[in-house]
């Protein structure tokens, strides 16, 4: 019974330190792009409690029926995170597809995250608030939004990550049905229009010179069996390549699920801490 004791003890206390090493807040900022407030969760290293240093920032983006807790509680992040000294975002943005929609009103979630979260985080917390101090990263639709927002908003980033990105939108809302096309609907329109075509990463990546670009981070589950979401990655890529844009390609077992999300998520964190450890 003592020796039950004992490891019972020596377990609480580990869990513990490990949760002492992060601090997992819960805000929410007054969007003018949604009139309406919206929450976030906050990750804080460790140190930021114990220095007056500045640290850099990851935006990390839900996927479809998502919400900002999928990070914290379906994947090892906080364990993760107590390696490193990256202040963490996880935005609420619903079934937006991180877009400003052309037929809602009150639903400009690209501006909110733009516009209204980054600025307000800035102002709020002690992180870099310059291109080299933001990274934005995300799965499936949030995957598409970082690589999306990497490439209209290059001078703001300087990494973007995405994890089984839903770039083949355009493939579901012809093939799919229910809410995911009512979602696409409600933040593309129901006609190919220029609005399309600004948040189509195909044309944007077209329209783009290498210069000055965020360096990608994409992957992908070999076995991810979502219509056309492999290939929509694989051709994202051959059009990096064409265009000489700075970019890695991770082509993994694995398919469109929480267990490739934190593999992923663990080999990304690392990726960012030797890329920032080279680069400054």
Avoid: C
Avoid at 130 to 144: D, Q
Avoid at 150 to 174: D, T
Avoid at 188 to 215: C, M
């Amino acid at each position: 019974m003592r020796l039950k004791k004992f490891f019972l003890t020596i377990l609480i206390l580990t869990t513990q330190t490990l949760i002492s090493q992060v601090k997992v807040v819960l805000d929410s900022v007054f969007s003018p792009s949604l009139n309406s407030f919206k929450h976030f969760h906050i990750v804080l290293p460790e140190n930021y409690f114990k220095t007056e240093e500045r640290f850099i920032t990851i935006y990390l983006l839900h996927g479809y029926t998502g919400n900002h807790y999928d990070w914290i509680n379906k994947t090892s992040l906080i364990k993760y995170l107590k390696n490193y000294n990256f202040v963490i975002i996880t935005p609420e943005a619903d079934n937006s597809w991180y877009t400003n929609s052309p037929v809602l009103k009150n639903r400009n979630y690209e501006d909110y995250i733009v516009k209204d979260l980054i600025p307000y985080v800035e102002k709020k917390y002690r992180v870099i608030s310059t291109r080299h101090g933001r990274i934005i990263a995300g799965l499936s639709m949030g995957g598409y939004g970082a690589i999306k927002f990497a490439l209209k908003y290059p001078s703001m980033f300087f990494l973007a990550g995405s994890f089984s990105g839903a770039f083949n939108w355009e493939q579901i809302f012809e093939r799919g049905q229910g809410q995911i096309v009512q979602s696409l609907k409600d933040a593309f329109g129901e006609k190919k229009t220029e609005h399309w075509d600004r948040n189509d990463v195909f044309v944007l990546v077209d329209s783009l010179a290498s210069i000055n670009l965020p360096y990608l981070y994409i992957s992908v589950g070999k076995d991810d069996n979502i219509a056309g979401l492999l290939e929509s990655n694989r051709k994202l890529v051959e059009k990096l390549q064409k265009k000489n844009i700075n970019y890695e390609y991770h082509e993994l077992p694995g398919s469109h699920t929480w267990s490739f999300w934190d593999m992923e998520i663990k080999n990304f964190l690392r990726r960012v801490s030797e890329i920032n450890n080279s680069t400054w």
